[in-house]
């Protein structure tokens, strides 16, 4: 009984997900090479060491943007294909991804760094003066009426051609002692953002709201998705596309197992509403599958968007675009 229903769930959303294509948007990069290299284990389990990309991709989907995991041997062949590249905080990414990242970058492309191992790689790029070497520090950004901790091990810079996008501070005090904590600059024809601490890391432990809310930020100053919405940090989004539509998979995974203090679940509070905001005009119609319920949308002629609204998510809905 518990697979029938199962594959009911499945079988009511199989012709619009099964073989279906990413629609790219933001490319998380995973490094083999940072695992095999660094750590004792071959395949699989790696712990902690995998922390960086956890939690940045975590973070990235707690902000509601469609992440793909790309690994560091595939990099090369797609990396043209996505708007954003965001590089976790990496022991050792090596030089051949450094390469592929900084040649993405000059073509048009935008690119997240975290860490300062990767700092270092990417420094003759990020237009900012290094100071001295990476050291543990005490880390803290602020967040409204609050701050997150993200201390750990960070590179201290001054910016020359870069721009400071955030700072931190070494204490729950933001009137002074600031340093930079996130920077972007202009390279070739794309830009690079680029924080200085280990926020994969940091976040992976700690999944702190505030921490969160300072990657978003970061990320809003070099990328704009094409499609964005607004809801609950536990509503996650994938974009995807299949016989010309783009698929936008809203999955609600609020009261998701996460300790083992709490091992089971039984409920699942519904999500919403979710308001999509779109890049581009008005298509010729949207569905809110399974089941084909018609959308109403909204264009807004001034910004270049459209928006719709579904009004609940319990588990798992399809928007899905034509045209």
């Known amino acids: 009984n518990v697979m029938a229903s199962v ?15 990413p629609e790219p948007q933001v490319g998380l990069l995973f490094s ?22 956890r939690g940045l991709l975590d973070a990235l989907l707690e902000s509601h943007y469609s992440v793909d995991v790309i690994p560091d041997w595939k990099l090369a062949d797609v990396a043209a294909l996505y708007p954003l590249i965001a590089v976790p905080d990496w022991i050792d990414i090596g030089a051949a991804c ?11 492309g935008r690119l997240l760094i975290t860490g300062s191992e990767n700092a270092r790689l990417f420094q003759e790029s990020l237009g900012v003066k290094f100071l001295g070497g990476p050291a543990k520090q005490s880390a803290y950004v602020p967040d409204g009426e609050v701050f997150g901790n993200l201390s750990g ?22 009137t002074r002692d600031a340093k930079c904590a996130a920077s972007v600059c202009d390279f070739g024809k794309g830009k690079i953002a680029a924080i200085y601490g280990p926020v994969g890391s940091v976040f992976a432990a700690s999944h ?36 010309g539509r783009m698929l936008v998979h809203l999955v609600n995974v609020t009261a998701m197992q996460v300790s083992g203090d709490y091992a089971a679940i039984d409920y699942v509070p519904a999500a919403g509403p979710v308001i999509l905001t779109v ?3 008005k298509p010729r119609g949207v569905l809110l599958e399974p ?13 270049g968007t459209w ?12 928007v899905s675009i034509e045209g």
């Open 32 to 53: 083999r090479n940072s695992l095999f290299r660094h750590t004792s284990r071959l395949f699989g389990g790696w712990g902690a060491a995998s922390n960086p990309a």
């Open 153 to 174: 091990l960070w590179q201290d810079v001054e910016t020359v051609s870069a721009r400071s996008l955030e700072n931190r501070y070494p204490t729950y005090d933001s």
């Open 307 to 318: 928006r719709t609204t579904v009004s609940s998510i319990h588990l798992h809905e399809i």
């Open 208 to 243: 702190a709201p505030a921490v969160r809310k300072f990657l978003h930020r970061v990320v809003s100053g070099i990328f704009t998705p094409d499609v964005s919405i607004e809801a609950p940090p536990t509503v996650e989004m994938a974009l995807r596309r299949k016989h």
């Open 7 to 21: 594959a009911k769930f499945c079988r009511a959303r199989q012709q619009l997900s099964h073989k279906s294509e």
């Open 279 to 281: 890049r581009g005009r």
């Open 98 to 108: 450094t390469g592929v990242l900084v040649e993405h970058v000059r073509r048009g």
């Open 291 to 303: 089941g084909g319920a018609a959308l109403d949308v909204l264009q807004d002629e001034t910004a």
